[in-house]
């Protein structure tokens, strides 16, 4: 198994083991529930024109805050020392907020 396809079931994993059934919940989502989830989609494409500008600040980005790995398993994950991890999450950040503020900066 290649480490994309462990990435992905590490993933699911995770939103597995937070998911809970509507039944759970105090009240059935309503349409201000799904307005609020409007703001992500700026924040997903912003992920994308990152990926594109930047993959290696997008995927320290992804490892830290989706994966929720530290910086030294970001190092070991991507060959880089850990300094050079926690730069690239810090200008991937302020590359996604100007992004999502609607600059072009990556």
Known sequence: MDATSIDCCRHHARLASREIPCSGLPHAPTADDLMELRGYDRLDRARTVLQERAPKRAECV???YFE???FAEIADRLNITPGAAKTNVRLGLK???ALMNGGGAA
């Open 62 to 64: 992804r490892l830290r």
């Open 68 to 70: 929720e790995m530290g």
């Open 95 to 97: 590359a996604l907020q």
